[in-house]
Each structure stands twice: as C-alpha cells, then as structure tokens.
C-alpha cells in the first residue's frame, strides 16, 4: 500500500532538479520565511510582555453561610490586602452565601461532584464529616509554617484539627450564658443571684410564673428545638461528664470514640431538665434564636452571645442597664464550676480548590486581627484568638459590646462538640432522649441508655 503523501511529488522535484534553479529559490524563500518568522516574534514580543504585566485573572470561589452582609465586609477588607500582596494579578471573589440550614448540603453536593471551590464556612461539627469524606485539604503543613496557633485558644485551635491534622481554622465563637429583664426580676421580687444554682434556678421559675401570669411573659426559656442537646450539655460537662470518650476493642478500629453521655453525670444533668419542667417551664419548640426575648416574652432566657443581635447596636450603650447577664448556666450547688458550649465558624479549603495557595493567603488575611476584630466589633461575635480576646483590641470591643469581657471569661469554661463524622446522628439520638423526658414518656436514664445504644451502633461497636 503506498501512504498517501499529498506533497511528496513536490518536494521530490525540488530534490532533483537537475539545473538547481528551484533548489535555490527554495533556499531562498526558507531564508526569508526564517527572517520574517525573527521579525515578527520581535515585534510581538512588547504585546506578550503587556499581556504578562497586567497579570493573571484569578477568581476565588466560596461557600458560606448567612448572614450576607458579615461576609461581604470581611471578603471585601481581605480582598485588598491579598490584592495588595499580588499587584501583578486581578483578583476577584465570587462567593454564595445561603440560609444555614442548606450550607452543609450545597458544599457536600460540590464536593460530591468536584466543583472548584476554593474557601468554605464549615460548622464546628461538621468538620470530622467533611474530613473524613476527603473533601477538606490538609492544612496542617501550611499551619505550621504559618505558626500562629498558640495565639487561639486551645479549645478554639483543637476545634479545627481531626485525626491530628489541621483542617480548618476557628474564625469567630460565641457562648451560651444567661440573660435577664432587669425590670422584671424586680418585677416578681427575685435577685439574680438566686438564678445561679440549680435549685434557686427552679425556686426562682414558679416565683415568676405565679406573679407574670397572665401579662404574656413567661419565666424562663427551655429549649425544646432540634439543637436541645446544646443547651444540656453544659450541664453535663459541669458534673464532669462528656459526650464520647475513646475506648479499646472496636470491632475494626480498635481504639475508637464511645458514647458516654448516658454516665451519672448524664442522667443528673437529663433530671434537671426534667425538674425545669415539673416546675411549669415549657419547652420551646419553635426557636427564634433570642429574638424571643428581645421581644420580652421570657423573663429569663439561657442563649447564645448573639441575642445582642436582636437589639439595634445604637441600643448597645446603655443595653446593661436594662438587661442583666449571668456568665454561667446554673449548677448543682454553690461553688461548683459551671460550663458552656461554643459554637461559630472554621474557614476549610476544599480539595477540589484550584487555587489553593492563594485561598490560603485569603484566609489566613480574613483572620488577621486587623481586619477581623471590625467585624465582631460590629456583628457582636467573639474571637477565637487571644490578641483580640485580651490584647490591644480588646479595648474598643469592650466598648462597644455589652457583657464583652464577661463573654469572654467564659471561654475559659467552654467546650466544642466532638469533631467527628458521626457526631450529627448522635446529637439527634440525644434529642430524641431529651424529647421523651420532657413529653413524660421515659425516664432519664432509660431515655438516655437507650439513646447510647443506637449511638453505639452509629460509632460501629455492633
């Protein structure tokens, strides 16, 4: 078969030309195409250079969850500084900000499906799930060069490192403590004091109620929500207890993490909930996230530091004079060490980013205490780091936010859930446990015994 070669017969007369004329003029036009190819690289040459000093377009890509507009200043505050870092690149951040309650699923159905994303907001309890799924990027080796971890709390630091690797950074906290009408109390002759034990905590309830009925406020809050379990664990770390401790003999992992919430320590901490209601306090279960005290339908209110959101930060100034906070959930009995839960944001970098060195800048300027520290200022949130927590900056956000170094002493006594892929199906076995003590249906131990065991089964122990 002869392979087809359109221009063999050409350049084969051009071979054996026997006088050499075309032989030499084809020399001679490859000399000029050569000379013509030098000239015009050399007058191309200035474009090319233009086109690499405007610099390369990069656009970040991002995941968060609301509210909208704490984002738009942080991103926008980080973003000319990385700008700054980088004049010789445009860059840009196109991020989607959405309802919390479809943040987790729209940067799981990402990563499922590989989209680039190059920064996402990732609950504190959803940290050990993603990781493990292999959807965050290990961080740990740019940590550690970055070598600011001793200035967060420890709490706060150990939040974002699951199987001792670093897979997010704890950008902001907040605290759960207890919050009060001032006028009220006075109101129904209670002294805040008597709201810091258990039982002064129950006394002070039916004092309230009795005298409150009838004007549309009640006593005190419980929360009878999806996140009840949050607001019981405080109890329990107070008695010493905990959610899951590691244990040996797991079928497959040998050494893995075990339900211990239904302990001693679980069951009192279960009761007291369970006396709350014996004593006429109902449980909540629509949740409005203390716009419900705001409104002054509860006298007394356990919630998190962003209740003060509810009041307008023009308000902020003279807010202590007619509201009262307590920085501790009741305990047991005087002199017992009480405990909170911290929850807030951890900025992760996907596996799927394209852009993973410069995402880590961004991030890394986001938590700067520069440009962080305006924005808690303004949003009321609480740091995870100490140079904003205690150092120059503590000053101005002392300030401005009301109970701020109350708030922050209670960092101290706070606790993060487990960072661990199954901590989602425990909480909700836990719930349902704190669900059929306030409905009457079990008793907290059998409630809570039984609720270990489908957590037991979650973890793999059978």
């Known amino acids: 078969m002869t392979k087809f070669d359109p221009f063999g017969k050409y350049f084969s007369a051009i071979q054996n030309d026997s006088f050499g004329f075309v032989s030499q003029n084809f020399k001679l036009i490859l000399i000029c195409g050569l000379v013509l190819s030098i000239l015009a690289a050399a007058s191309l040459t200035p474009f090319m250079t233009a086109q690499s000093q405007q610099g390369k377009q990069v656009t970040l890509t991002a995941i968060v969850a609301e509210p909208k507009d704490r984002w738009d200043t942080l991103f926008a505050n980080a973003l000319v500084k990385l700008r700054e870092k980088h004049p010789d690149m445009t860059i840009n951040i196109d991020s989607r900000i959405l309802p919390y309650a479809d943040t987790r699923k729209q940067i799981l159905t990402s990563m499922a ?35 600011r971890s001793s200035e967060w709390y420890k709490t706060n630091w150990d939040g974002g490192i699951y199987n001792d690797k670093v897979y997010g950074i704890w950008a902001w906290t907040d605290v759960r403590s ?133 009041f307008p930060p ?58 962080l520290a305006p924005v808690l200022e303004k949003y009321g949130y609480l740091p995870t780091q100490k140079p904003i927590g205690e150092g120059a900056y503590s000053a101005q956000l002392n300030a401005t936010i009301p109970y701020y170094k109350e708030m922050i002493s209670m960092i101290g ?49 059978s």
């Open 113 to 147: 499906g590989k989209t680039p994303i190059d920064i996402v907001s990732v609950d504190q309890i959803w940290l050990g799930e993603f990781a493990e799924a292999g959807f965050l990027s290990d961080l740990s080796s740019l940590a550690h060069a970055w070598n």
């Open 178 to 310: 207890m919050w009060y009408w001032k006028d009220l109390l006075n109101q129904t002759g209670v002294n805040p004091d008597s709201l810091k034990t258990w039982n002064g905590y129950l006394a002070s309830a039916k004092k309230m109620e009795a005298a409150l009925k009838g004007n549309g406020t009640q006593a005190m809050h419980l929360v009878g929500a999806s996140h009840s379990p949050d607001m019981w664990y405080p109890y329990l770390w107070m008695l010493g207890g905990k959610i899951v401790d590691q244990r040996s003999g797991h079928p497959q992992k040998g050494t893995y993490w075990f339900p211990t919430y239904n302990s001693t320590e679980g069951v009192k901490a279960l009761q007291f909930l369970k006396d709350q209601v014996k004593a006429g306090i109902k449980p909540q279960i629509d949740h409005f996230w203390g716009q419900e005290f705001a409104d002054k339908k509860f006298a007394v209110m356990l919630e998190g530091s962003w209740l003060l959101g509810h």
């Open 314 to 371: 023009d308000e902020w100034k003279g807010l202590d004079q007619r509201i009262g906070m307590i920085p501790a959930f009741p305990v047991p009995k005087e002199g017992d060490t009480s405990a909170t839960m911290m929850g807030g944001w951890m900025l992760s970098i996907p596996e799927t980013s394209t852009n993973r060195d410069l995402a880590w800048e961004l991030l890394t300027i986001m938590v700067q205490p520069d440009v």
């Open 413 to 461: 006594i706070g606790h993060s859930r487990p960072s661990i892929p199954e901590y989602p199906q425990i909480a909700d076995n836990i719930r349902q446990a704190i669900d059929e003590v306030y409905l009457g249906i079990k008793e907290p131990k059998q409630a809570l015994d039984d609720a270990a065991k489908k957590s037991a089964q979650v973890l793999g122990w």
